[in-house]
């Protein structure tokens, strides 16, 4: 059975790096036409997608925050990474990773989410 | 990239049937069949329901049906039940490997 579970530090500096980790289990993450992405949701609001990457490194962002974000894939370690820089109080979120089954695709595994909180 | 929008809210009465809407633009909804739909309860990860604009991942309820036509994209709940309150959120492709969500509909059965 597939799981992802998503993990990282639970507070995060103002004008400082978040950075998040996605474990894969039960599959690998070099599966062919498969993606892997980020999705957040802010307390009480709706959600955002951030980003996806192939295991190959095809990386793609959301335009409003790709000058901050970074996807990285560790096929050695069936892991995938978000790197948000210079966050605000406004990334504050729930962070989600998830399966995409082909390019363009559903979200259809979802980890259970980590929480992160951007507070002095 | 702007949301797709989605009502706010839509209630019903067990046993009745609703139907959210999702409005796009000819840039994703209008342009790809890769709509996908997700149901979300407090503190829980949103659950894959429709993708594909009409077609339901195994183990997804057959209540749950999908349609498009043109900039907007549906869901409708057959037969509404307690368990489908719960937050639901539309998704589209908008092209060069992007997704946009919309701002989600909380339903409420009466």
């Known amino acids: 059975q597939l799981q992802l579970q998503e993990s990282g530090p639970g507070r995060v500096k103002p004008s400082e790096t978040l950075s998040l980790t996605c474990t894969v289990s039960g599959g690998s993450i070099t599966i062919a036409s498969y993606y892997w992405g980020w999705i957040r949701q802010p307390p009480g609001k709706g959600l955002e997608w951030i980003g996806s990457?192939?295991?190959?490194?095809?990386?793609f962002y959301n335009p409003s925050l790709k000058s901050r974000v970074t996807i990285s894939v560790h096929t050695s370690k069936n892991q995938i990474s978000l790197r948000l820089n210079s966050v605000t109080a406004a990334d504050t979120a729930m962070y989600f990773c998830a399966r995409i089954p082909k390019p363009g695709g559903q979200n259809d595994f979802w980890g259970q989410g980590t929480l992160v909180t951007v507070s002095s | 990239q702007s949301a797709l929008t989605q009502p706010a809210s839509v209630s019903g009465s067990p046993g009745q049937s609703i139907t959210i809407s999702c409005t796009g633009t000819?840039?994703?909804?209008?342009?790809?069949?890769?709509v996908s739909w997700y149901q979300q309860h407090p503190g829980k990860a949103p659950k894959l329901i429709i993708y594909e604009v009409a077609k339901r991942p195994s183990g997804a309820s057959n209540r749950f049906s999908g349609s498009k036509s043109a900039n907007t994209a549906s869901l409708t709940i057959s037969g509404l039940q307690t368990e489908d309150e719960a937050d639901y959120y539309c998704c589209s492709y908008a092209g060069s490997n992007t997704q946009i969500f919309g701002g989600g509909t909380k339903v409420t059965v009466l």
């Open positions: 990457i192939f295991y190959r490194g095809n990386s």
């Open positions: 000819s840039s994703d909804i209008g342009t790809y069949s890769l």
